[in-house]
Structure formats: C-alpha cells, structure tokens
C-alpha cells in the first residue's frame, strides 16, 4: 500500500480526512482499471447492490448538449428534473399548464428506460406569482392540493416516486409542530400535509410518496432532525400513505460529521416503517481553500464517509445526485465561493471527466451491503 505519510496533503488537512482521502485514493486507482473492463458506471454498481444511482437533469443541456445527455446516460437509472415540473413552470398563469419541458424529460426517460423522480408537488418556495394572493387567502390550501392532484394525475403511471412535499419543517419559525411558517400549513397544519398525501395517493395510486427535507446530516442540526422526526411520526399516526423520506444531502466538505448520530437518525426513520433516499446529493467546497487538488480530495473524502453510513442503513434505496457535472450546479449562484472560484461539488467536472467524488460514490456503492 502507497505509504502517504509524508505526502503534501497530510500537511492541509486534519489526519482522519486525510486517511479517508488516502482510501479514496486507492479506491479510484483500483476503478480506474475496472474501467477498462466495462464495469464502469455508477448505475451498474448500485444496481448490484439492489439499490438505484441517479441524477438530476435540466433540460436546457439535456436538450442541446450531447456530453450532458451522453453523461447522464452513461451513469444514471433514474433522473428528476431540476425545476420542470415545479409549480412556476408547470402553471405560469391561473388558466394555462405548460408541461412542455416536463413532458420532455419524461419521454427522454421512457425512451431511455429510466426511471422518474417528480419533483415536487408542494414547496413553499416556487407557487408562480399569480397564487400569492389566493395563497394567503381562504382558498390557500384547496388551490395547493388543486395543484398537487394536477400535477401528479397529469404524469399518472409515468413517475416512479414523488416527493409530494418538500421542506416543511423549520424550528427557527417558531411555529407550532416545526412548520414552516407558510399561509397553507399555518392553516391547515399537519392534517392539510397529510391530505396532500391522500391527494397524491389518489391522483397517481402507484407511485411511490415522499417527504423530501434538507439539513438533518451533520452535529448541530440536531433540532432538524428531532423535529422532522417527530413530524414524519405524527404524518403516519395520521395515517398520512407516505411511502419515503428524501433526504436532499446538501452537504459541505469539512463540516462535522458525526456518524454515530448519523446513523441512528437513519435507524429512528427506518423504525416508522419508511425507506429512504438521498435526493439531492453534491458536496459545496466554499470552505475549502482555492486549491484543485486540495478540494477534490476532501469533497470525495467526506462523499465516501457520508455514502458509508448511508448505505449501511437497509432502508436506504438509493441515490440522486443534484447533476452530474460541476458545468451546472445551483451552487455557483446559490452559495458563490468568496474567491468567484467556481464550486467542485459533483461527481464530472465541467468537462465531464470524471473527478475524485465519482470514484468516492463508486467506491462507496462497491463497499455497500447488498439489499
Ligand atoms: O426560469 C427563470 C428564467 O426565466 C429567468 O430568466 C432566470 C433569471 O435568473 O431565472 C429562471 O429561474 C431560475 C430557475 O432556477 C430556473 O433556472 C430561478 O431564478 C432560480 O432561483 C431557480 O433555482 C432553482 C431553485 O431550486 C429554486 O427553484 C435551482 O435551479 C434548483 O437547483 C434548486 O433546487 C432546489 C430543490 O428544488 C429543492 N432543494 C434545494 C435545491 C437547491 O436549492
């Protein structure tokens, strides 16, 4: 084994990151030559395991750019779309739906024998301008799970799983059960939550229902987790038909990560009988040094002990990756670096060649118990 002891890196970073790097290190050498025998891709890997390897995709260069789509193709057995079927897209105007790049990316899947992720019925974030008022209003919440039964009946048969509602909890709201402070479920509570679910079971009987959250991975999101905890314990007391918890997995290279606390969150999810997803999987470098190098390592380091815990816990089905290549990412606007370097947080870089944190994710499905 390649002795490491002296290397330039051990020197930037702390000793367990760099001994995890070290391994990733190794790991990558090891894929590199599998590759030649065509045992390459992520999808192939995870499919092993019985789990599912996936990405988001956006149709602009799903569309235009043959690398992108070639990339996706290569690697991935499910794809969501960034924000075609999101609200604002789907209903620009109160009387007109406009499906055109969600069909799109639907098709491309049915063509492509892919799986689809929806995403996502309800989120506070992204009702298109014309609902402010009604939202606010006595019809808040029927125009909400209106929308919902839309969407979801409109791509009946066609999307494998949907995240129904997305980021409803937010303890520093101080609003009762955790919710977020938004018109609907100050209203309607917990119960108008479940009732989307009931509408989404309704609309589309087969496909499968999550609830997709963020921020739930490292040391100090304790009340995150607690609080989503709760709330999923109390949707299934209600009898809410959720089938899923997905977990965005935002993550940041060289935050604390506990695996210990980790681990039991997924265990405590698992024991209210949901499965799980990670659904938005990249690894923002903002407190990383400017170094190429530097940055990769860590990125795939804290990748590949993130996966491990994750895929230990058998209730976890699989994971989504938010794109394949550093080209397009939310996080070059979403959270600039404060040097204006661009962000090294997916598994491809911009030119799609494949980076230390594809090798991180392929090791990490190699080593995953198998479901
Ligand atoms: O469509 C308009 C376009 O007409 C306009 O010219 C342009 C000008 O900025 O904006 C375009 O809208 C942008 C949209 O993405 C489509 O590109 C919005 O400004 C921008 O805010 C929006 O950001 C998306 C964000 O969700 C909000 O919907 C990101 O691409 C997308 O990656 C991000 O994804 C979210 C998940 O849905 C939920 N979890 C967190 C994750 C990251 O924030």
Redesign the pocket.
Known sequence: MRDYSGHWLAKHIDRRTFLLAAGAAIASARVSSADESGETSLRQRAEKKGLVFGTQVNAGPLFSLKPYQDAVLRDAAMIVP??EM?WRPTQPTARQANYFNAERIAKFAEDNTLLLRG??AVWH??PPAWTKDIISGDDGEKLVLKHARELIEHFRGRVMEWDVV?EAIAPEDGMPDNLRNWAPYNKGGIDFIADCFYAARQADPKAKLYYND?SVYYQSQGLRRDAILVFLEKLKSKGAPIDGFGI?S?LIANAEFDEAIYRRFLSEVADLGLKIRAT?LDVSDVRLEPDIQIRDTIVAAHTKQYLDVLFDEPAVVGLVT?GMTDRFS?LHE?WPRRDRLRQRCLPLDDNFARKPMWYAIADALDHAPSR
């Open positions: 960034e924000n999101k995403h996502t974030q992204n997305n963020y965005q935002h938005e938010w939310w979403g």
